[in-house]
C-alpha cells in the first residue's frame, strides 16, 4: 500500500510538471528576464507547499490525497519554463515551512 | 508481481527525475538557467513515439537485444534489491554485466564511436569492478552479503558508513563514475559523442535511458541502504536528492578526465579504499 502511495506522489509531480512546463510555455512567450512576481504561480506554490507539508490539517480527506494534490500544484510552479517561477516556489516553501512549525513546535 | 512493477515505475520515475535535478543544479552552477527537473524523463519518453532505424554496419539481432538486455539486468537488480532484499553478490553480478552489456552495445552498432566506446567500457571495467568489490569489505564487516540481514546489522551497530567509511568512499566513487558528465564517465565522453548511444536511436534509446535510470536509482539505493540502514522512503528520497546533488557539484567543476587518468584515479582510490578498510577493521 505505501509503495502505491509514493508511486501517487511521484506521478502526482510528474503531471503537475508536465502541466506547468506546457502552461509557462504558452503564457510566456520570451525567456526570463522579467522580475515581476506572478500572483497565480504565488497562490498555487503557497497553496501546494502548504497542503505537502501540513496534510494533518485537514481533517476531513485522507492525508494522501491532500499531499496528492499538493504535490501537483508545487509541481506546476515548480515545473514552469526555466527562470519563471523560482521566487514564487521560495515563497511558498517558506509560508508552508512557517505554518509547520507553528503547528508542531508553538502549538 | 504488482510489487515487481511498482518497485520499477518508482525507480524509473525517481531515477529520471534525479537525472534532470542533477542537469539543473550542474546549470545552476555553471550560471545557466538549466532545463526543467523533468527534461531527463521526458526526453527518455520522446524517444519512444521517434523513428527507430538502424545503421546498415549493425550487428544483427544482437544490436536490437543488447538494450532489452541491459533494461532486464535492472529490473532484475529492482527485484534483488527494494522488492525481496536479496544478496549483494547478485547486484555485483549484475553490474558486471552492465559493464558488458555497455561494451556489447558499443561493439554491436558498428559505429566508430560505439566502438572507442565499447573498448573504454572494458577499460574502466578494470577499475570499475575492484570498486564495487567493496562489497567485499561490508561481509567482513557484518558477516553476511544479504541485504535485509545488513539493515539488521545495521540496526544493532548503527550505519556502516561510521565503521567502514573508505569502504562508503569507493562505493561514492562508483556512483559518480555512473552520473553523466562525470569526471569518470569516459564511456560516454563527449569526445565520443554518446559513447555507446551514439547508433541507438528511437526505441531502442528510450530502453537505454530507462536503464539508465533505474540504474541511478539502484546504486543510490545500494549506498544508502548498505551504508546508512533501512530508511523510510522518504528518508531514501532525502538521501538521494543529497548524494545527486554532491555528484553534480562534482561533475560542475571537472572536466571528463583522459581515459588513462580516469582508471589511474579509479584504481588508487580501490586500493587505498581496500586495503585502508582491512587496516582499519583489523587494528579498530
Not at chain 2, 520515475?13 to 532545463?35: D, T, Y
Not at chain 2, 559518480?176 to 555507446?196: E, Q, R, W
Amino acid at each position: 500500500m505505501s509503495e502505491t502511495i509514493y508511486l501517487l506522489y511521484i506521478l502526482s509531480f510528474v503531471l503537475g510538471s508536465i502541466v506547468g512546463l506546457v502552461l509557462s510555455y504558452r503564457k510566456y512567450k520570451a525567456p526570463f528576464t522579467i522580475e515581476k512576481i506572478d500572483l497565480l504561480a504565488l497562490a498555487l506554490s503557497i497553496i501546494g507547499w502548504s497542503l505537502a507539508l501540513n496534510s494533518s490539517l485537514i481533517t476531513f480527506i485522507p492525508y494522501y490525497i491532500t499531499i496528492t494534490i499538493g504535490l501537483f500544484f508545487l509541481a506546476l510552479v515548480l515545473g514552469m519554463r526555466p527562470g519563471y517561477g523560482t521566487k514564487e516556489t521560495f515563497i511558498g516553501i517558506i509560508i508552508a515551512l512557517i505554518i509547520w512549525i507553528i503547528r508542531t513546535v508553538v502549538l | 508481481m504488482a510489487n515487481i512493477l511498482l518497485n520499477v515505475l518508482i525507480a524509473f520515475l525517481v531515477g529520471s527525475i534525479l537525472f534532470g535535478l542533477q542537469r539543473k543544479i550542474m546549470a545552476r552552477i555553471q550560471m545557466r538557467p538549466g532545463p526543467p527537473i523533468i527534461q531527463h524523463l521526458l526526453h527518455t519518453l520522446k524517444f519512444f513515439i521517434k523513428e527507430s532505424s538502424f545503421p546498415k554496419t549493425a550487428a544483427m539481432p544482437f544490436y536490437i537485444a543488447i538494450t532489452a538486455m541491459l533494461c532486464v539486468i535492472w529490473v532484475a537488480a529492482v527485484i534483488v534489491g527494494p522488492v525481496t532484499g536479496g544478496s549483494l553478490l547478485l547486484i555485483f553480478a549484475i553490474y558486471a554485466l552492465h559493464k558488458i552489456v555497455e561494451h556489447n552495445a558499443g561493439s554491436s552498432s558498428g559505429s566508430p564511436y560505439g566502438k572507442l566506446s565499447c573498448v573504454r567500457a572494458v577499460f574502466s571495467a578494470a577499475a570499475e569492478v575492484p570498486l564495487f568489490a567493496v562489497l567485499i569489505i561490508i561481509y567482513l564487516k557484518s558477516g553476511t552479503m544479504v541485504i535485509s540481514n545488513i539493515i539488521s546489522y545495521q540496526t544493532i551497530h548503527g550505519p556502516l558508513l561510521y565503521s567502514i567509511p573508505l569502504a562508503a568512499a569507493m562505493f561514492f566513487v562508483l556512483i559518480l563514475s555512473k552520473a553523466p558528465y562525470s569526471p569518470f564517465a569516459i564511456t560516454k565522453g563527449k569526445d565520443i559523442v554518446s559513447g555507446y548511444e551514439t547508433e541507438h536511436f528511437g526505441l531502442l534509446r528510450g530502453y537505454l535511458m530507462i536503464s539508465e535510470s533505474i540504474a541511478w536509482y539502484m546504486l543510490l539505493w545500494v549506498f544508502l541502504t548498505v551504508f546508512v540502514g533501512g530508511l523510510s522512503p522518504l528518508w531514501y528520497l532525502a538521501g538521494m536528492i543529497v548524494l545527486t546533488t554532491i555528484t553534480a557539484f562534482i561533475n560542475a567543476t571537472t572536466p571528463i578526465l583522459n581515459p588513462n587518468h580516469s582508471i589511474m584515479m579509479q584504481v588508487s582510490f580501490a586500493v587505498i579504499g581496500i586495503v585502508g578498510s582491512i587496516v582499519l577493521l583489523l587494528y579498530i
